[in-house]
Every structure is written in C-alpha cells, then in structure tokens.
C-alpha cells in the first residue's frame, strides 16, 4: 500500500512517499543495509559539531530486540513485533565543546533519525517513529547514564500488508495522511503572519 | 567548492554532498523554489501528528530578513550577511493532542530542519543551521507567544566561493568535515557496547 503525501507544490519522491506505517513484512534487514542507514546519521549536522546522536539496535531473534520491545507501551508493541528492526536514539545533554546542557541535542538527534528515515527510504524501507515508549525503563535496561536520554524509539523494515495487523490497526493503516497548510506555520514580520510565500 | 563526506558506507548523495557552508553568491532563491522547501517540511512526521514547527522566513531587502539578522550573534552575522533567504525555526511547547507539554517538539522541528535540507539540497541550495541566536530577541522581535520557542535560525542560498568570506571564515571554509565512526554510536545490549553491525 502506498500512500503519497497529498503535495501542494512538489517535493523530492523521497520525502513524498515516507510515511510511518505500521505493518511490515517478515523480510530480515540485512547488515550492509543498516551500516549504510547509520552511517547516513553519521554525516548529520549538529550544533558545534558534538553529534549527540547514539542509537541502539536491535535485530528480530536478538536479545537486543526483545529489550527494546520491552520498553514500549502496549499500544506500540502490539504493532512493533512485525518489525525486523527495532531501535532507541538516545541523545547526550551536555556539550562536548563546552561541558554545559546543550540547548539543540533533542533537536540534533531528530535530524540524526530524519537522516536515517531518508536513508532507509531510499534502500526501500519504511521507519515508524514511536514516542510511546519509557525513557526510564530504557535507562535502566541499558544502563544508560545520566547525562544521556532516550528520546524515541523506532521500527524499520519492509513494509507489508495491513492485513497482517489487528483490526484497529488496520483501518488506521488505510486511513489518509493530513497536514496544516504551509500557510499556517511559515510566517514574516510577526509571528502568525502568514508569509507572501503562501 | 565541494566538501562530500568521507564516508566509511555509501549513502545517498544528497546526503553526501551536504555540509554547511558559510559563503553564499549574491543569488536570489525563487518563490517557487521556497514554495518546494517548505512544502518538505510540512511532510515531517511527528509525534501525534502534532506539526510543532512554525519559521519565520526573510528574503534578503526585506524587513524580515534584517529582524532575523539581529537576533544572530556577531559571530554568525558576519557571514549569514550573504545569505539570500534567512530564517527561524520554532517549536509549539504543548501537544494540540492532549494540551500537556510536548517531549518531542524540539525533536520534531530538527526533523522538520533536516526535510528542509534535503529539498533545498535537490534544488541545488545549500542551508547553514545555527544555535547562535538570541531566542528571547526573536521572541520580543516577532511577538512569539510564550508556549511556543525559537530553537535555531538557518540560512539557505546557493554555495559561493570562500574568497567571498572574510579571512577566518574562509579557512573554516575549507577545513575538512570531521565525524566520530558509527561504531562510537550505535549499540547493543547494553549503552555504550558497540553494535555487531560495525
């Protein structure tokens, strides 16, 4: 099932066919193709270069894999145990530049997983990026230190049918991808002026 | 000048060929192609489908692009003054979904950053991110309400030559691009113990 983003004004196919869906298909990922998909959050770009980005990840039948699982809420896993790969991204509070809170880490870490997303597509997997998870309980089955934290938690694989999800999952599998006009969140002048762009 | 990313796995080269410069060529960015960029990061997913970023977006000559400019530090308005189009991002604190605050906005706004960077890529266009702004003289500036925060500003334009910069610049122009190798950020069972992928 495809489900292309509904554009306004053309965007590169990459960005147009990602979407987070929630089947996949019972295909393993293979080790070259995640080497390429980290290595895409290696050449993120982060404030004064710290690369606050860590990631950990595990394969279907690991050890790691079931940890990880174990941190998601009920919701997530109900879904996730389609997924061949499942993985945390984690983020280091404080600046290796000048040892103080980093004000951008979450923030860097976001375009760390975007890069990762870009990269799975163009390998022909999809990423589902799950907030739903415990940070706790990922420190703690880590043992994750204190001046780092679990941000999300996400899924990538080959995508599948939504026939092989439960009932409620499936519908909203099926159900349309909605976004605000870009009208309503690029502005000039003051905030919440909409911008002559739109 | 062109900087593509050592890398240790081939990635996709709008991912490759990406870096930060800091000297830009007097060239104007189109409507349309502005039009594109933000198209991209409507696409973002988010937690919730929340949509948490908003920019305000200046195009150099006009009013909003010498307001950004002002909030920069010294430091990073003595390039960004190249820059044809200048912008801020910024993140809604609170979930439209269930009114509490959000843990992942600043994460999704990076996201939002990185599809903006990819697209202005594809076009040809380079963006500089930066932390080195005054987020509470944006948000006196442009009258940002106090739930949401101004997280970076970026500049976007097409690639120019280092000469264009002034001494300092112009060898930080040229350094090379420096990252730690994946297997110093990507884990298994337990943080910290490099994954088997590398």
């Known amino acids: 099932m495809d489900k292309p983003a509904k554009t306004n004004f053309d965007i590169h196919p990459l960005l147009k066919e990602r979407w987070s869906p929630r089947s996949f298909t019972g295909q393993m990922v293979d ?19 710290d690369q606050p980005w860590r990631f950990i990840v595990g394969t279907k039948g690991d050890k790691t894999w079931d940890m990880i699982m174990e941190t998601l809420v009920e919701f997530n896993q109900k879904w996730a145990k389609l997924a061949p790969v ?22 860097d870490v976001g375009q760390s997983v ?18 739903g998870f415990s940070a706790q309980k990922a ?23 939504p026939d092989l999800l439960e009932e409620n999952f499936a519908e909203m599998e099926k159900s349309e991808r909605e976004r605000h006009p870009a009208g309503d969140f690029v502005f000039s002048k003051s905030f919440g002026n909409t911008s002559d762009l739109f």
């Open 31 to 49: 080790k070259e193709t995640l080497q390429r998909i980290f290595e895409a959050a290696r050449w993120t770009p982060s404030s004064s270069n």
């Open 86 to 107: 499942l993985a945390l991204s984690i983020g280091k509070k404080i600046s290796d530049k000048n040892g103080r809170p980093s004000r951008t880490f979450i923030y």
């Open 114 to 131: 975007a890069h990762i997303t870009f990269q799975a597509m163009h390998e022909g997997l999809f990423v589902h990026q799950m907030g």
């Open 139 to 161: 420190a703690e089955i880590f043992n994750i230190p204190e001046d780092y934290q679990a941000i999300t938690a996400f899924a990538i694989g080959h995508k599948g049918s």
